[in-house]
C-alpha cells in the first residue's frame, strides 16, 4: 500500500469549510483513497472514498487530483462534532483488505 | 453497516495476567480485523482473523502474545497472554463486509480500553 503524507493538525473555524490534504504520490493505478476519522475515545468511522473521479456524500466531498498523487477531503460546513483526528488512507481495493493508517491530521473546529 | 460490539469496554490487569477480549457483530461478515492503538498514536494492525483457521499475523505479532479465535462468521476473539505495561491499549475490533449490498468500508468496534499495571 502507498504511503500518505498528512499535516499533524489543522483548524477551522465552526461553519466554515475544513479542507484536509493528503498526499499520496506513490500511489499506483488499482490503489484507492479512503478517508476515516477518530472522534476522541471512540473507534475509526469510514467518510468517504474514491478512485479517480470527484466524490459526495452527505458528510463530505473528495477531490482526487489528475495525476491521484494528491487528494483533499472537504467538510463544507464544519462543526464542534467533526473535531477529530482525519486519516488519509490508500487501499489495494476496495473491500477485504488490510487499512494502514498513518499518523493523521488533528482537526479542530473552533467556535 | 454493521453494529461491533466490544467486551469488555474497559479493564485494569496485573502484569503476567491475560485478557480476552470479545467482538461481536449483528451479521455475518466475510474478514474481521483486530487492531491496537497505543496511548497516543495511530491503529496497527495486529491480526486478520479468519473463520475456521488459524488468525494471519502482522509483522511483529505472534500466535503466542496474542491467540485469536473465529468460531463463526459472527463473532471473534483476541486475547492478550502474560501481560506487561507495555500492551496498554486500545484494542480494537473491525469487519469488512467485503462489498455485500455494495458496501466496501470497514466497520469499527467501540474498543476495548485496556491499562497494565
Known amino acids: 500500500d502507498a504511503k500518505t503524507t498528512q499535516p499533524p493538525s489543522m483548524d477551522c473555524a465552526e461553519g466554515r469549510a475544513a479542507n484536509l490534504p493528503c498526499n499520496h504520490s506513490t500511489i499506483s493505478g488499482n490503489e484507492y483513497v479512503y478517508w476515516y476519522r477518530q472522534i476522541h475515545s471512540q473507534g475509526p468511522q469510514y467518510i468517504i472514498h474514491g478512485l479517480k473521479n470527484n466524490e459526495t456524500n452527505e458528510m463530505a466531498s473528495l477531490i482526487i487530483t489528475e495525476d491521484r498523487k494528491s487528494s483533499t477531503l472537504i467538510l463544507p460546513h464544519a462543526t464542534l462534532r467533526d473535531t477529530a483526528v482525519y486519516y488519509c488512507?490508500?487501499?489495494?481495493?476496495?473491500?477485504?483488505?488490510?487499512?494502514?493508517f498513518g499518523e493523521g491530521t488533528q482537526l479542530t473546529v473552533n467556535p | 453497516s454493521a453494529v461491533i460490539s466490544q467486551k469488555p469496554s474497559r479493564d485494569i490487569c496485573q502484569r503476567g495476567t491475560s485478557l480476552t477480549i470479545q467482538c461481536q457483530v449483528d451479521?455475518?461478515?466475510?474478514?474481521m480485523f483486530w487492531y491496537r492503538q497505543q496511548p497516543g498514536q495511530s491503529l496497527t494492525l495486529i491480526a486478520t482473523?479468519?473463520?475456521?483457521?488459524?488468525?494471519?499475523?502482522e509483522s511483529g505479532f505472534v500466535i503466542d502474545k496474542f491467540p485469536i479465535s473465529r468460531p463463526n462468521l459472527t463473532f471473534s476473539t483476541l486475547t492478550v497472554s502474560n501481560m506487561s505495561p507495555e500492551d496498554s491499549s486500545i484494542y480494537l475490533c473491525?469487519?469488512?463486509?467485503?462489498?455485500?449490498?455494495?458496501?466496501?468500508?470497514?466497520?469499527f468496534g467501540p474498543g476495548t480500553r485496556l491499562t497494565v499495571l
Open positions: 473491525s469487519v469488512d463486509m467485503g462489498g455485500l449490498a455494495g458496501i466496501h468500508e470497514q466497520f
Open positions: 488512507i490508500v487501499r489495494r481495493e476496495t473491500s477485504g483488505s488490510r487499512l494502514t
Open positions: 482473523a479468519n473463520q475456521g483457521s488459524e488468525a494471519t499475523y
Open positions: 451479521s455475518q461478515v466475510t474478514m
